[in-house]
């Protein structure tokens, strides 16, 4: 079964530097997602981006976030200047349709396995 | 925006007995409830879910009702199993709810 991959799995780095997610996305959808999910906590919704643009954001990501998908296959999360409570995992997802409330073509969400962000 | 409330947050259950999770959402425009299991180290992953057209959908053990009008949902686990333990997330499109953790005791 075609699945969602990131990496790396864990990545430590020092506040005040930038780091760059990375999600490889089930090949034939074309609906990418970040979330996030502070240790023991509920998970996010962080970003939502169709067809090189993100559809919609969360309160949480702010300017310090940026989405990109590079090429065909990538899609990518940085997060410039990182601070401690940026910790968390982070989790791309990938959907055949938009996930938005009132579509008629909502469908579930593939989930990667995630990155465990650690900034120290 | 859509907000999402669950509980219980943590569940235990014997062996053979059922579970029943319960989620409540904001947004009437919200027409998509997945529910998601999520096991140690990795991403949630889709176990059911149900549309707005439905009330009620089942899949072996499992079972998902919904009331729109009550804009409430439900998890119904039959028959646990160990294996059943793990963190389930209700969710209303994209917004997730906070979680519940099932121990399922043998």
């Known amino acids: 079964e075609p699945e969602v991959t990131q990496t790396p799995s864990h990545q430590v780095t020092q506040m005040g530097q930038e780091v760059i997610l990375r999600c490889v996305p089930i090949?034939?959808?074309?609906?990418f997602y970040w979330y996030r999910q502070i240790l023991g906590q509920k998970v996010e919704f962080l970003v939502s981006?169709?067809?090189?643009?993100?559809?919609?954001k969360s309160e949480i990501f702010d300017d310090q976030f940026s989405v990109e998908r590079p090429d065909g296959s990538n899609f990518t999360l940085k997060i410039r200047s990182t601070k401690l409570e940026d910790s968390a995992m982070y989790f791309c997802?990938?959907?055949?349709?938009?996930?938005?409330?009132?579509?008629?073509?909502?469908?579930?969400?593939?989930f990667g396995n995630g990155t465990r962000l650690t900034v120290t | 925006g859509e907000n999402v409330e669950q509980h219980p947050s943590t569940l235990s259950v014997q062996e053979g007995d059922s579970a029943v999770i319960k989620c409540t959402y904001s947004?009437?425009?919200?027409?998509?409830f997945p529910w998601y299991k999520q096991e140690l180290g990795k991403g949630p992953q889709l176990i059911i879910d149900?549309?707005?057209?439905?009330g009620e959908k089942k899949d072996q053990r499992i079972a998902v009702t919904l009331n729109k009008t009550a804009k409430h949902f439900s998890l119904h686990i039959t028959e646990t199993q160990p294996e059943d333990s793990a963190v389930y997330f209700c969710?209303?499109?994209?917004?997730f709810g906070a979680g519940t953790i099932l121990r399922v005791k043998s």
């Open positions: 997802a990938s959907s055949e349709d938009i996930l938005m409330p009132a579509s008629s073509y909502n469908s579930p969400l593939h």
């Open positions: 090949s034939n959808h074309l609906y």
């Open positions: 981006f169709y067809n090189n643009e993100i559809s919609e």
């Open positions: 947004d009437s425009a919200s027409n998509y």
């Open positions: 149900i549309r707005s057209n439905v």
């Open positions: 969710a209303a499109s994209m917004v």
